[in-house]
């Protein structure tokens, strides 16, 4: 009965916490370009849009983004992670979307 207490005890304040963090968290999806040779887009989604740039631009980001400089297009801010993630599969899919930043690049 101890053993039950304690872990109730435990959820009460843990539970609070997890709603209070899923409350103030932010999500986004971020378009980024580089002006190489090739221009050439990346479309992510992340918490923490300047974060990722910085991880991108240091070659610690996505393994198609190493060896190039990349400055941000485009980001969007959603309500959750679920619907961060759908709207980044739509953006990598829509090529006159990402056509039309391409030419910001140049």
Not at 19 to 42: D, E
Not at 50 to 66: Q, V, Y
Not at 85 to 97: A, G, V
């Amino acid at each position: 009965i101890w053993c039950l207490r304690f872990y109730l005890e435990i959820l009460y304040f843990i539970i609070p916490w997890f709603q209070y963090k899923l409350l103030w968290m932010r999500f986004f999806v971020y378009v980024i370009g580089t002006n190489s040779t090739i221009h050439k887009t990346y479309v992510g989604w992340t918490n923490d849009v300047e974060k990722r740039l910085e991880a991108h631009n240091s070659s610690k980001g996505a393994k198609s983004t190493r060896g190039h400089e990349w400055k941000l297009l485009y980001q969007e801010e959603l309500g959750s992670k679920s619907e961060a993630m759908k709207r980044e599969y739509e953006l990598k899919r829509d090529i006159k979307f990402r056509s039309g930043l391409r030419k910001l690049i140049s």
